[in-house]
């Protein structure tokens, strides 16, 4: 891993002349996203989102924090105590530098000894799962890490809208795998980062992965294009 995404973000912290990523997958075609969008304050973000940060309580862990745009908010906003963590170290190095005071270059799976409130996993929180096949250890060591009462806010969206319907109104979708496992590539300044999978679960089937773990599940909201958020207990 060349660590390109969090390159991005901490050139453009540093103002050290940031361009745009650009990103594509297994199913869509090339896009550029400027990394000024992950620096958005809370005004700026999706309503999902928006909820999510207003239903956080107690210690919460930011899971995939990128930018630490969530972890700020709570943080400063409303004096929650936050743990951001990110498998990049230049993303943590940036969150740092705009003053998260609880932050780590970890994979939550290495996560020990830990307990929280609030669990965070959005902007697509279910992609880190990967692959359909691991989510039930990612749902198994979040579980984990919930105090009894806790709470994990997550988001994603459903991608069956796009893939091609036939002449039946049914959908064109590769039988060999769930169809929301994507490869997903990533470029920034000239160069290319190693291709890894990402994970998009429609609600029914979080669902039915986190009642197969022990976990209830409830659907908290509906976006605008396919995504929604979801809370998940013990």
């Not at 951001?84 to 939550?108: F, H, Y």
């Not at 989510?135 to 806010?153: F, R, V």
């Not at 994603?156 to 002449?167: K, L, P, Q, R, V």
Request: hydrophobic share 35%; aromatic share 10%; with cysteine.
């Amino acid at each position: 891993m060349k660590d390109l995404f969090g390159k991005a973000i901490l050139d453009y912290q540093t103002n050290s002349s940031p361009e745009n990523i650009i990103t594509s997958t297994s199913i869509s075609e090339e896009d550029e996203m400027e990394v000024a969008y992950l620096f958005r304050s809370f005004d700026e973000m999706p309503a999902i989102e928006q909820k999510a940060l207003q239903l956080a309580k107690g210690s919460t862990l930011d899971v995939g924090c990128g930018a630490g745009s969530h972890g700020l908010y709570l943080q400063n906003e409303r004096n929650i105590d936050v743990h951001s963590i990110d498998i990049s170290k230049n993303a943590i190095q940036a969150c740092s530098l705009r003053g998260l005071k609880n932050t780590q270059a970890i994979d939550v799976l290495n996560l020990e000894n830990e307990k929280y409130d609030t669990i965070l996993l959005l902007m697509n929180g279910t992609g880190i799962f990967q692959t359909l096949k691991k989510t039930t250890i990612y749902l198994q060591k979040l579980k984990s890490l919930l105090h009894p009462n806790g709470q994990i806010l997550i988001d994603s969206s459903d991608i069956i809208y796009m893939f091609d319907e036939d002449e039946d109104g049914g959908k064109w979708i590769p039988s060999d795998n769930y169809y929301g496992e994507l490869t997903f590539n990533l470029q920034y300044k000239n160069e290319t980062e190693d291709s890894f999978p990402w994970l998009y679960l429609d609600y029914n089937t979080l669902q039915n992965a986190a009642l197969a773990n022990g976990l209830q599940c409830q659907l908290i909201m509906e976006g605008d294009h396919f995504d929604y958020l979801a809370q998940l207990t013990v």
